[in-house]
């Protein structure tokens, strides 16, 4: 009996944003369904517009598991993660050793194969592009509550925006925000 896809189902038991109140609660299974689609639009546009040969359905799958070893450490808040450099290699430790042990929950022949999608690289491009669809979407988090008047999420909007614009050496990533970023600040009505 393998448990692997037993704990992939509690992701939706993992609440992100736990140091602030929101109006819409969000859970890493949301969250990574949203990464994974960000993710595989920024390798359709660097295929589509700049040239790439990215594979966009394995950047797409990439983003789908990114947050895996989250099921077993849950979701440490980024101020608490990125307090100093100690916490943080600790913490990357600590995330290695869940993925691990996630991957043993896999059967011998499966393993290496979600090996590639779940400990991943972190300099390699397709990274990169998990990475920045990962700050998109807590950007895009940060302006849902905003637009929804809570005020608790100001300064992590611009601090997300700021992270973002740090993926804008990736041209994809500064296409995206330019054509899609501003659409999440409209109501439902205002998108038709």
Partial sequence: MYNFFAYM????????????????????????????????????????????????????????????????????PTPIKYYNPEIRRAYKEIEGIANDRLIGMLPPELQEEY??????????????LVKAADKISAYIKC????????????????????SVERYFYLDEVKYFCDTFIDSFRKTLDELE
Avoid: C, P
């Fill in 115 to 128: 090996r590639t999608l779940i400990a991943v690289d972190e300099s390699a491009y397709e990274a990169q």
């Fill in 9 to 76: 189902a509690r992701m939706k038991l993992i609440r992100r944003w736990s140091l602030m109140k929101s109006v819409s609660e969000e859970n890493i299974a949301e969250h990574s369904a949203q990464v994974a689609q960000i993710a595989h639009a920024l390798a359709l546009i660097k295929n589509r517009k700049f040239g790439g040969s990215l594979n966009a359905d394995r950047v797409a799958t990439l983003g789908l598991y990114h947050e895996t070893s989250e099921v077993l450490t849950g979701d440490l």
């Fill in 143 to 162: 302006i849902e509550e905003m637009r929804s008047g809570n005020r608790e999420f100001a300064k992590a909007e611009d601090s997300l925006r700021e």
